[in-house]
């Protein structure tokens, strides 16, 4: 299978402070890494993706980071506002095997941000 | 914007009963999945199809859940018995396909409660 880890569980910041989420994967095979937003009692959202020919990914105030010799990539979310408070999940995807096209997830970031 | 349907969108049962969930993709997309998210985790894939046929069910408990999809669009999960540790949210996504690449849109989900 695939196994995601994902740190920190939880992270408080002050508005307009960065804030950074990082995830571990273990399977080599996968090679898609989206990044799900989850506000409190909605659907998950995605909020930005990376591909495994790409180190580095930005859209406006969020970037994403990958390093695929170590396994991990990582979410910054700079000038945060208080509306980026909600869940946010990593994943990572494969692009072969019996489990093509499945999502696993991390456990999930809850990020508070405080005006 | 099409969305994925999602009904009902919350559900409280007693243990030992039936209880139904029902999916409706965005339209054209071949691939459908259930999730289950229990409170505090992230979402994990229950079932995946392709068209009318599952492609990835090694992690629904076959005893007690099943899950259709016998024209290839919509799709019902089905648990019989409930059992207290079913209380969850249960998520549908669809895709265009399941190459890695295509981005999986999430329905805003069913809450289980199961008493």
């Known amino acids: 299978g695939e196994n995601v880890e994902q740190h920190p569980s939880t992270l408080s910041v002050q508005e307009g402070d960065s804030a950074v989420i990082k995830c571990t994967y273990s399977?080599?095979?996968?090679?898609?890494f989206p990044w799900y937003k989850q506000e409190l009692g909605k659907r998950p959202q995605l909020i930005i993706d990376?591909?495994?020919?790409?180190g580095e990914k930005k859209d406006q105030r969020i970037a994403v980071t990958l390093n695929k010799t170590a396994k991990h990539f990582s979410l910054h979310i700079t000038e945060t506002q208080p509306e980026d408070s909600a869940v946010y999940f990593c994943?990572?995807?494969?692009?072969?095997?019996?489990?093509?096209?499945?999502?696993?997830f991390g456990r999930g970031t809850q990020l508070t941000v405080w005006p | 914007e099409a969305e994925v349907a999602q009904s009902p969108r919350y559900k409280i049962t007693e243990k030992s009963q039936a209880v139904a969930f029902w999916c409706d993709p965005i339209?054209?997309?071949?691939?459908l999945y259930w999730y289950r998210q229990i409170l505090g985790q992230g979402p994990e894939l229950l079932v995946q199809?392709?068209?009318?046929?599952?492609?990835?069910d090694s992690q629904l408990p076959k005893d007690r859940f099943s899950a259709e999809r016998l024209k290839g669009v919509d799709s019902t999960l089905k648990i019989q018995p409930a059992e207290l540790g079913d209380s969850a949210m249960y998520l549908c996504?669809?895709?265009?396909?399941?190459?890695?690449?295509?981005?999986?849109?999430f329905g805003a989900g069913t809450r289980l409660s199961v008493l």
């Open positions: 399977d080599s095979a996968s090679n898609y």
């Open positions: 339209s054209g997309h071949a691939t």
């Open positions: 199809f392709q068209d009318e046929s599952v492609v990835d």
């Open positions: 994943a990572a995807v494969k692009d072969r095997g019996s489990t093509l096209g499945r999502l696993y």
């Open positions: 996504a669809s895709s265009f396909s399941d190459r890695p690449k295509n981005i999986q849109y």
């Open positions: 990376i591909r495994s020919n790409v």
